[in-house]
């Protein structure tokens, strides 16, 4: 988790109350501001409600509301005494599924709505073997609508129990279970007494506690350049420095420094964020920096210490998510766009597709199809500069785009 700001992500399939649950506990904790609670009150008479509906607080565009559904991913922010939030909502319908993705993919916490009356589906398990495939560290299974279900401990369990069955083995991700009502608020911001069966925390209780799983990355240094900064002016006639995000490991003045693709090394001079000088950047802020030498550095190129250089490959091995209609072909001809960079890659072979119930690989023909979860062997114009998604999220993806449309049609996570 970055610092003390915690990315938690709402999935699930279509109507398990993923919006409901953000509204009950932004409502419940008193996180809501006196102009946004007039503005679904008034959505209430609008739309035809007999009480508040608190997923307006995050369903936001017309057509969600008219709908009762969400389309787009939508951004929230709280905070308790321990820590600052930002609450993700993200769609459930299957064709929505790259907005999960993207709500999903520097996600610290999961909390996958199960529908208590519906069940664990299709789309609740897509969802949920998604968060594990993307590294989410925790996973927060939430059995929704027990109201509905008379608060049934019977039913809690049974339910927990096809979930603890379905489960990877091997998974680096926790999991968790509460039973809620994110209608009534129950085990949402307080323990409930509809409930004196369940002994755990409420889900704001539970998301307090989670602490991150610290990796040691001081070595591994990774910097994507997205701009050259060479200002045409008296002021600053020589400066010449290379802006971007760090998105993973730390730097200091003085440290050695490898410029890929070049694989040239020189030293870091200056570290820059605006016009503020720092004598060390780490994960997740976005300076300038200045090296010693004029080597050739490009939008596209890396810094990296050049003790813990990337892996380079022309052939490497991904999973990938189909997020297209369009089925994703053996022998395709796509564009690659890892980090700020663009690659021409070829689908060279389509290994395996995951079925969803086994949660195993299983060999396919040819094509992936929509939605569908396969390992792909790709081939690209160039070497890339990667980590295995397993070591570095960011380094280890990279999406593929339609060379026609410009659309994106898969994400990938190399392996």
Not at 15 to 40: A, P, W
Not at 391 to 410: K, Y
């Given at each position: 988790?970055?610092?003390?700001?915690?990315?938690?992500?709402?999935?699930?399939?279509?109507?398990?109350?993923?919006?409901?649950?953000?509204?009950?506990?932004?409502?419940?904790?008193?996180?809501?501001?006196?102009?946004?609670?007039?503005?679904?009150?008034?959505?209430?008479?609008?739309?035809?409600n007999e009480e508040i509906n608190l997923a307006f607080l995050t369903d936001g565009l017309k057509a969600e509301r008219e709908q009762g559904i969400t389309i787009d991913v939508a951004y929230r922010y709280f905070s308790t005494k321990k820590r600052k939030y930002i609450l993700i909502d993200c769609p459930g319908h299957i064709q929505y599924t790259k907005n999960m993705i993207t709500g999903s993919s520097n996600a610290d916490i999961a909390i996958i709505l199960i529908d208590g009356q519906e069940g664990f589906n299709n789309q609740s398990k897509r969802h949920a073997y998604l968060s594990i495939l993307l590294g989410i560290g925790h996973i927060i299974f939430a059995i929704n609508k027990m109201d509905l279900?008379?608060?049934?401990?019977?039913?809690?369990?049974?339910?927990?129990?096809?979930?603890?069955?379905?489960?990877?083995?091997?998974?680096?991700?926790?999991?968790?279970?509460?039973?809620?009502?994110?209608?009534?608020g129950d085990n949402i911001v307080e323990k409930s007494g509809t409930m004196p069966w369940y002994s755990g925390n409420s889900l704001l209780d539970l998301l307090d506690e989670l602490e991150s799983n610290t990796e040691s990355?001081?070595?591994?240094?990774?910097?994507?350049?997205?701009?050259?900064?060479?200002?045409?002016?008296?002021?600053?006639?020589?400066?010449?420095?290379?802006?971007?995000?760090?998105?993973?490991?730390?730097a200091q003045v003085g440290d050695s420094i490898m410029a890929l693709p070049s694989g040239l090394i020189s030293k870091i001079n200056k570290i820059q964020i605006g016009l503020e000088n720092f004598s060390e950047i780490n994960t997740g802020l976005s300076p300038s920096i200045s090296i010693n030498d004029d080597l050739d550095i490009s939008r596209g190129s890396i810094l990296v210490n050049p003790l813990n250089p990337p892996k380079t490959a022309n052939r490497l091995n991904a999973i990938a998510v189909n997020l297209n209609p369009a089925p994703l072909k053996k022998e395709g001809h796509y564009l690659l766009k890892h980090n700020s960079k663009w690659f021409k890659a070829i689908i060279e072979d389509i290994y395996s597709e995951l079925d969803l119930n086994k949660l195993c690989f299983e060999k396919v023909s040819s094509n992936l199809s929509f939605n569908s979860i396969g390992k792909i062997k790709l081939l690209l114009n160039e070497d890339i500069f990667f980590d295995l998604y397993s070591?570095?999220?960011?380094?280890?993806?990279?999406?593929?785009?339609?060379?026609?449309?410009?659309?994106?049609?898969?994400?990938l996570m190399f392996i």
């Open positions: 988790m970055n610092g003390n700001m915690v990315r938690v992500i709402t999935a699930g399939s279509v109507d398990n109350g993923k919006s409901t649950l953000i509204g009950r506990l932004l409502f419940d904790s008193k996180q809501i501001l006196i102009d946004q609670l007039e503005n679904i009150e008034k959505a209430k008479y609008r739309y035809g279900l008379e608060y049934s401990q019977d039913t809690y369990l049974d339910l927990v129990s096809s979930i603890n069955e379905w489960l990877p083995n091997e998974s680096k991700s926790e999991f968790y279970f509460l039973p809620v009502s994110a209608l009534k990355e001081n070595d591994c240094f990774r910097f994507p350049i997205q701009w050259v900064i060479r200002p045409q002016s008296k002021e600053f006639q020589n400066h010449r420095s290379y802006a971007g995000a760090v998105i993973r490991g730390k070591e570095n999220r960011i380094m280890g993806s990279a999406i593929l785009v339609d060379e026609s449309t410009n659309e994106t049609v898969s994400a």
